[in-house]
């Protein structure tokens, strides 16, 4: 391209593109037992959380994540620290997110999750407060 201001102008409509993933598959760690789980995440872009899917212990919690300001996570913030993001040069491309999700009893579990370029993680609590790791495998 002869005109740099034009490529200039086309990289945001390029990297938006570029911003919508597809499915990601998730690997659940029950903490008290040490079982694992798996879950999907679909439909994530960078406006949307999509929609989150697990079964844990044959209970299907679904529920759509929204995005959150890292101050606003409930225990993820202690177990990532952003010193490490800076130190690793991904701090710009990381984005959190919450969850609320639901079963069919009504039962329900609190998920944050930081999802960056190339990984990601999550912390589940549920309803009697056992706590589950999430790693993101995209």
Partial sequence: MKNPIKLFLLL???LLGCASSGPISMQILQKDTSKIYSAVWKGRTYNTGGFIEMNIADKRYRGEPGRVEES???????????TSRIASGSSFLTTYYRAILVNDAGLGMRCDFYVDFSSGSGLCVDENQKVFEIS???
């Fill in 136 to 138: 993101l495998i995209e």
């Fill in 72 to 82: 606003n996570l409930f225990g993820l913030r202690s177990r990532v620290g952003s």
């Fill in 12 to 14: 945001p409509l390029i």
